[in-house]
């Protein structure tokens, strides 16, 4: 039977970019698939009630240490996006388009939003720097803007959201390994444990 782990993400958030970095390698080290799982964090935070700890100051500014902690123990790159929050609609959408129509592409396209968005920050929410992004990681930011309208990727990316919601997702990065859920990148190990 094959193992598998369910990945909910929306690149807007800090904490599940660090998750992104390490899931491929624990998924590959368990002989188990990585299923991304694009959904919106806003919809995601109006369903529920949630809200980025950011809007609570002393939390926000707790998270920013703990998130670079957390960066330092993985020994991966990060740096605070002064552009902060960003609208992740049209990203979003990009992934679920990148995922339908050209699914080997789907590492490309996150790695390079990913590492605009919290690496090397970049303004996403100005259209040119988009486009500068996604010309840069090899894409046609033309075709991807188009599969972004497309109403079948509009459909699915509403999809995941409401299936995460159904599923009790509240916030991100979600992991599900079977019917168990994990919120958070400090939970990876559990998501370790339970794909043996």
Not at 135 to 164: C, I, M, S, W, Y
Request: contains cysteine; charged residues 20%.
């Amino acid at each position: 039977m094959t193992k598998f782990v369910e990945f909910f993400f929306d690149v807007g958030s800090p904490t599940t970019y660090l998750a992104w970095t390490q899931l491929p390698h624990i998924a590959a080290d368990a002989d188990a698939e990585l299923i991304c799982r694009p959904m919106l964090l806003g919809g995601v935070f109006q369903a529920t009630g949630n809200a980025s700890p950011t809007q609570v100051p002393a939390k926000g500014a707790y998270m920013n240490v703990d998130i670079e902690r957390f960066a330092q123990r993985y020994q991966v790159p990060y740096r605070h996006n002064p552009h902060f929050p960003i609208n992740t609609l049209m990203l979003m959408r990009g992934a679920v388009g990148v995922q339908l129509r050209m699914h080997d592409r789907l590492a490309d396209y996150l790695r390079a939003v990913f590492d605009a968005m919290w690496v090397h920050p970049r303004n996403l929410n100005d259209a040119a720097e988009l486009a500068a992004t996604l010309h840069a990681a090899g894409f046609d930011p033309a075709e991807v803007v188009a599969l972004a309208a497309d109403p079948q990727v509009k459909d699915t990316l509403r999809h995941n959201t409401d299936e995460a919601i159904r599923r009790g997702v509240f916030g991100a990065p979600t992991m599900f390994v079977g019917d168990e859920m994990f919120f958070g990148q400090d939970r990876l190990d559990f998501v370790r444990e339970a794909l043996r």
